[in-house]
């Protein structure tokens, strides 16, 4: 299989994961189940795209670019839809929060500096240390992330202090690495994983898994950026099944609008990300829309800024996506 093909079906299915990123920030009744799925198999994803040989000046200016560009977009859009919050003092308190990143900032900046943590540090394990222990140190980071999250972590969301915000979300890594080097080991079974069958298998298993989590009152729940990962077995099956099934829909979609929009949706999932939490504050909180109207606008506005004034612009191109720097994002 072709290695364009390759990135056209990851890019599909990137542009099907953000969407879900935008639904779950939304009043969807079910967001609890994306949270099963959405942010591992991102790192995932990443995983299959990682390449040897990483520039690291490179990166840091491909993932902190468009971080520093956007962190001031999304502290200008809070001023603007809360004026009364504007003073010196927030000004320096928000972007403080924006450099600590983490559970310290809403919505999904945490991502790109766990990201690139995940793919230096997964680079660098992999240049110096044998394959036998790397993998023996992955096995042994998912199962101190786990012991970590049920020792330091409470159940619930609300009850997470500040005193429990790490810099960069840098407890997360201990998931986030093993889940970025399952991608790497599923590109030796990429042609299994893009047949039909598999889509269709991996979909009855993604539907039994829900029907049993209900009937059985097994209660899952995942959620990386507040370190609630506290099912060892079931944070790995249940977020690669969920994976597959997405990659391999991707394959099969076949050609029209909604694989096209996908498409680019994907390639530009970083901008979606990005921006629709700012225009939450900006817009959609200031109007009680539905889960449906929340999610198509804050998916397409961020879209169309791209397609009308990212891709027409090589400053815009530099500044919002760090193209120019010759270096892939994984």
Not at 6 to 26: C, E, N, Q, T
Not at 162 to 178: E, F, G, H, Q, R
Request: proline share 4%.
């Amino acid at each position: 299989m072709g290695s364009l093909k390759r990135i056209d079906y990851l890019d599909i299915a990137k542009g099907f994961l953000i969407i879900s990123v935008v639904l779950s920030h939304s009043e969807f009744e079910y967001a609890p189940m994306i949270y099963w799925f959405h942010m591992p198999a991102f790192f995932i994803i990443s995983g299959m795209l990682f390449k040897d040989g990483l520039n690291l000046e490179a990166q840091i200016k491909k993932f902190f670019l468009p971080y520093l560009t956007f962190s001031l977009v999304d502290m200008a859009f809070t001023f603007l839809a809360y004026p009364q919050d504007l003073s010196l003092e927030n000004v320096i308190l928000y972007g403080w929060r924006h450099i600590y990143s983490g559970k310290a900032i809403p919505g999904v900046f945490w991502f790109v500096p766990c990201l690139f943590l995940t793919k230096v540090i997964f680079n660098y394990g992999k240049k110096y240390i044998k394959k036998p222990y790397f993998t023996a140190l992955i096995v042994l980071l998912y199962l101190a992330g786990h012991a970590y999250s049920l020792k330091v972590i409470p159940d619930a969301v609300e009850n997470i202090t500040t005193s429990m915000y790490l810099p960069w979300n840098i407890d997360v890594l201990m998931v986030a690495i093993p889940y970025y080097a399952i991608g790497y080991v599923m590109n030796d079974c990429i042609s299994i994983i893009t047949k039909k069958s598999t889509f269709l298998i991996s979909l009855i298993l993604c539907v039994v898994f829900y029907e049993l989590n209900l009937k059985l009152g097994i209660y899952y729940f995942l959620n990386l950026k507040f370190s609630e990962f506290k099912f060892v077995v079931l944070d790995l099956v249940v977020p690669l099944i969920f994976t597959i099934c997405i990659i391999s829909f991707s394959s099969i979609l076949v050609e029209g609008r909604l694989r096209r929009f996908l498409l680019y949706t994907g390639k530009n999932s970083l901008i979606v990300m990005y921006l629709h939490k700012p225009l939450e504050s900006f817009l959609l909180s200031k109007v009680n829309f539905g889960y449906i109207t929340y999610t198509i606008i804050g998916t397409l506005i961020p879209v169309l800024f791209s397609l009308i004034i990212v891709d027409r612009h090589k400053i815009a191109q530099l500044v919002f996506k760090g193209k120019g720097i010759k270096v892939r994002y994984a």
